[in-house]
């Protein structure tokens, strides 16, 4: 599965972030243990019952291990975030369920700072977690033992020693395999968490500091006007709906396409602007073009790809941190042909920095609110950054 290469890439980065710190000037290393119980959606009667467990399948727990590291103060993104941290995790799943779901390993990369402080000792956190699941069992809602998981929490952490940090939250998290394959009823889970953290190379509270403004020149941090360009692809399966019966389209269908995304920085953590989005989509239409249904299976002709293609514009707000940001939009296709898809859309994009202007592009493009489109992993360069 493409999010697993995908995720090694991250990993990678993140190592060398942290040598390139470290050349610098001392990092502050961070190992953690978290613990996580989490309530199941109870929206399909698999979770509900109607699985190989005859059982119920409300609840899930995990138990977290990460290693993390924060910019060294006097360096440029530890002055400018000096609450933020970032790094890798592993944490086996339970579902108290192993016939019916299995025991899914969880491989991510994380990133977490503050939102707000109280004084040393005391601060609103917040964190996110994307990676991949592995050992999932494969049934009618999931087709892949391999999925994708993203968490986001919100925590209040104390700290009561230099060493040492206690936080106490709650966590909203999914399992999908992004259409990649079908079935893919995708898993939302309700969580809490309560973990440990120890820091090592500091020996007192770090004091309630303001970020700093500054590049390593020594200059005011500006605002300035960026344009994003964006080039995307993946590949999915679909269900089409004939006769009011949901049918798996036959083959595997690729997706293609860019955004155009002039954004304004108006701070150190902030971007919003417009964009441009145009896309193929392979899979788009054969609803309307089906020759045979074969055990539940449907064949169908070649659309005319003037019919597979769109173009939207979008609302973007973007959230920066060292390393990544965070990239929510809402559009509507002003130009489209696509009768089985709306005009709505929704996407949330994770960009990993891979230079000053070069990152990678990992996101998810829903339908109207909810239903889960594609995902669109690529590469983007930003101009004028």
Same mark, same amino acid.
């Not at 994770?350 to 669109?376: A, I, Q, V």
């Given at each position: ?10 990993? =990678? ?12 000037? %001392? =990092? ?17 009667? &698999? ?5 190989? $467990? ?5 609840? #899930? %727990? ?40 299995? $025991?899914?390993?969880? +491989? ?14 005391? %601060? ?15 049934? /009618? ?26 936080? =106490? ?5 999914? &399992? ?41 020149? @020594? ?12 080039? *995307? @692809? ?25 955004? +155009? ?5 108006? #701070?150190?953590? *902030? ?6 989005? *145009? ?30 293609? %769109? ?45 000053? #202007? ?5 996101? /998810?493009? &829903? ?15 930003? &101009?004028?950054?």
């Amino acid at each position: 599965m493409n999010i697993k290469r995908l995720l090694l890439c991250i990993a =990678v980065l993140l190592l060398h972030q942290t040598s390139y710190a470290q050349q610098k000037s %001392s =990092v502050v290393h961070r190992a953690g243990v978290s613990v996580r119980p989490a309530w199941n959606q109870q929206l399909w009667d &698999f979770y509900r019952g109607d699985n190989p $467990s005859g059982q119920p399948i409300r609840m #899930n %727990s995990s138990v977290h291990l990460q290693y993390s590291f924060m910019f060294p103060e006097g360096s440029t993104l530890g002055d400018m975030y000096p609450s933020a941290y970032q790094g890798v995790g592993v944490a086996p799943y339970t579902f108290f369920s192993h016939e019916a779901v299995g $025991s899914p390993l969880t +491989l991510y990369v994380f990133q977490g700072g503050s939102l707000a402080r109280f004084g040393n000792r005391l %601060s609103l956190d917040y964190e996110w977690n994307f990676g991949a699941s592995f050992g999932w069992k494969t049934n /009618y809602l999931t087709s892949t033992s391999v999925n994708a998981f993203i968490d986001a929490g919100l925590m209040l952490t104390w700290k009561p020693v230099p060493q040492w940090s206690f936080s =106490v939250g709650a966590d909203v998290f999914h &399992f999908s395999n992004g259409s990649v394959r079908i079935p893919n009823a995708g898993l939302n889970c309700l969580g809490t968490r309560v973990s440990a953290t120890r820091v090592f190379g500091v020996d007192r509270l770090p004091p309630d500091r303001r970020p700093v403004r500054r590049d390593e020149d @020594g200059r005011k941090f500006m605002k300035n006007l960026d344009l994003d360009v964006v080039i *995307f @692809g993946t590949a999915k399966q679909v269900l089409v709906s004939r006769d009011n019966k949901w049918l798996d389209l036959d083959g595997t269908y690729a997706v293609a396409g860019f955004n +155009l995304n002039p954004m304004y920085q108006f #701070n150190r953590l *902030f971007r919003a602007g417009i964009s441009y989005d *145009f896309q193929y989509d392979g899979s788009a239409n054969h609803g309307n073009y089906i020759l045979e249904v074969r055990d539940g299976v449907a064949y169908a002709g070649k659309p005319p790809r003037s019919t597979q293609v %769109s173009a939207g514009l979008s609302v973007r707000a973007e959230f920066v941190m060292p390393i990544f940001s965070l990239n929510i939009g809402a559009g509507y296709k002003v130009m489209y042909k696509i009768k089985d898809q709306g005009g709505h859309y929704l996407l949330i994009a994770l960009k990993t920095w891979l230079t000053d #202007n070069l990152f990678l592009h990992t996101g /998810y493009m &829903f339908r109207g609110l909810y239903s889960p489109e594609h995902l669109m992993l690529g590469l983007g360069w930003s &101009f004028g950054r």
